[in-house]
């Protein structure tokens, strides 16, 4: 209950900053590692894929902008947002765990579901969720 209303805190303080912050809350018991994709404001659909990104348990990402990523973790194939950052839009987050990837986001874009079920590296399942809240994207891994 207390992630749900931190998450809910930053979102509104992030929310006048950008177009659309993107949050990622790990509170699964396992470590976990995610990509996440985007485009540019006239871009297609994930045309911008990160690097792997690392995730504790109980632990959280917050990306006021897509242009954060150009930096650390970075893009692959060294892509860069082009134009404004903060126009740039999210579109999926994939997990992998060694055998199969899940992958949510945004319906017409390159994932086909928002939410589902893997196993985590720890061997226990994975819950995996996107949610939009006002502009900003909000994403749940959990036991």
Known sequence: MKK??????????????????????NTSKCTVQVRV?????????????SKIMTIPPMGTIALNNAGLVDTKP????????SGDPKAAVWDALSFHNGSKTL???????????TNGMIKDACG?????KWSVAGHNILIELYN
């Open 4 to 25: 749900k209303l931190l998450a809910a805190a930053l979102l509104s303080l992030l929310a006048p900053a950008a177009k659309a912050a993107l949050f990622i809350n």
């Open 37 to 49: 994709y985007a485009h540019n404001e006239n871009g297609k659909a994930c045309e911008l894929e």
């Open 74 to 81: 970075g893009w692959e194939k060294e892509m860069k947002i």
């Open 103 to 113: 992958k949510v986001g945004v319906s017409g874009g390159c994932a086909t579901v």
């Open 124 to 128: 226990a399942d994975l819950n995996v």
